[in-house]
């Protein structure tokens, strides 16, 4: 099992910044291919990013490309998303999620690769 603990969420007004941090316990967090996804009100959770288990690659969605940076420390088991230039289609329900599937990178895109889900994190974009 593991354990995911998403913080850092908040109210935030458009062109702002927030940090998220993800926190994971119960497994061997270096084996693990970790995604942030997000889900707003109406809407399927759709796909932010993911780092890979060294964080040798990283994949953003191109509508977060740019203002957005994903990075990780094994040390400390934590996976941050720095969001910038918030807009308010920013504003959703924010999940990290953890997989140890072998699939190629880009295919750890979709939902269905991860096993393990945080309880998401509340982020609000005022206009």
């Known amino acids: 099992q593991v354990q995911l603990v998403e913080s850092g969420g908040g109210l935030v007004q458009a062109g702002g910044s927030l940090r998220l941090s993800c926190a994971a316990s119960?497994?061997?967090?270096?084996?693990?291919?970790i995604g942030w996804f997000r889900q707003a009100p109406g809407k399927e959770r759709e796909f932010v990013t993911i780092?890979?288990?060294?964080?040798?690659?990283?994949w953003y969605a191109d509508s977060v490309k740019g203002r957005f940076t994903i990075s990780r420390d094994n040390a400390k088991n934590t996976v941050n998303l720095q969001m910038n230039s918030l807009k308010p289609e920013d504003t959703a329900v924010y999940y990290c999620a953890a997989s140890q599937s072998s699939a190629p990178f880009m295919d750890m895109r979709v939902t269905s690769k991860y096993v393990f889900w945080g309880q998401g994190t509340q982020v609000t974009v005022s206009s």
């Open positions: 119960g497994r061997t967090f270096s084996l693990l291919t």
């Open positions: 780092i890979s288990r060294s964080g040798g690659q990283i």
